[in-house]
């Protein structure tokens, strides 16, 4: 009988088959195991984990004290719904804005130029230094004696906190320019104006956005140490108001209403510094 003449193509094709032992499978399957457990994926699955491990456990021996999450969320619907949980959040939400509408400007600008001018530098870091370092709860009595227990008062201790984060991250980002990159700025004979515009400005935005990431969730912080300590509406007398009462449900309704709000902010200011910085990424990818 004569032998079976193999083509080249034929060779090739059988080269490409996996083999019938299963070791590309196996491979397969570690990669995406490895891909699982790098991702958030894995982190959400944890999360539903011991949601579920807690609903079963109050189901079997419940606990007034640590309730449960069904019924914790009932209690949600209805305070979102029915209840004031929603007002008390756009409230705070709303003075947060008002206190980060003017934290902004003034902390990247007070921090780009101290970063930039080692005048402005030396003029206002003792100043600084010295605020900084002061918890903004510590003189929440100046501001409630000069300010009262309204807006007003909430605004100037949001800004207190919020303004710093983003001083020390602009600073950073300013102060951490290359000399290649001045020294080109010179080369091209840029306009101290230009260099700031076109060179610094461009290479601190990733610092900007983490101090402008920061600053947004000590105000949130804020809010609701306010809101426990002097306030008289907002998410934190909301919570305040819950515990006095010993409505438990409403307690954790409205920590996770929080932590939920807390945590939608942060993944919208990543997205966002992901896409300013961008073109920073593909660069240093580059490179």
Known sequence: MPDTIVTGTEAQEAERKPPASGIRPVGRARRNARRYFRSRVSGWTLVALVVVLWELYSNVDYDPTISS???????????????????QLTITLRTMAEALA?????????????????????????????LRLTPATAILPIYI????????????VF?????????????????????????????????????????????????????????LGMSLVLAVVIG????????????????????????????????????????????????????RRSQTGAA
């Open 69 to 87: 999450p069904s019924r914790i969320a009932e209690t949600w619907w209805g305070e979102a719904t029915t209840g004031d949980l929603l007002n």
């Open 102 to 130: 003017l934290a902004v400007p003034l902390g990247v600008g007070i921090g780009f130029l101290m970063g930039r001018s080692q005048v402005i530098w030396g003029l206002l870091e003792p100043l600084v230094e010295i």
């Open 145 to 156: 004696l000069f300010l009262g227990l309204g807006d007003q008062m909430k605004v100037a």
């Open 159 to 215: 800004l207190t906190g919020g303004i710093f984060p983003m001083i020390i991250n602009s600073y950073a980002g300013a102060r951490g320019v290359s000399k290649i990159l001045s020294e080109t700025a010179q080369t091209f004979r840029l306009s101290w104006l230009q260099t700031q515009r076109e060179i610094a400005l461009p290479f601190a935005m990733p610092y900007i956005l983490v101090g402008m990431r920061q600053s």
């Open 228 to 279: 426990m300590l002097a306030g008289n509406d907002g998410i934190g007398y909301y919570l305040m108001f819950a515990q006095q009462n010993f409505n438990l449900r409403q307690l954790l309704a409205g920590v996770l209403t929080v932590a939920f709000v807390g945590y939608v902010f942060n993944a919208v200011f990543l997205l966002l510094e992901r896409r300013v910085t961008r073109w």
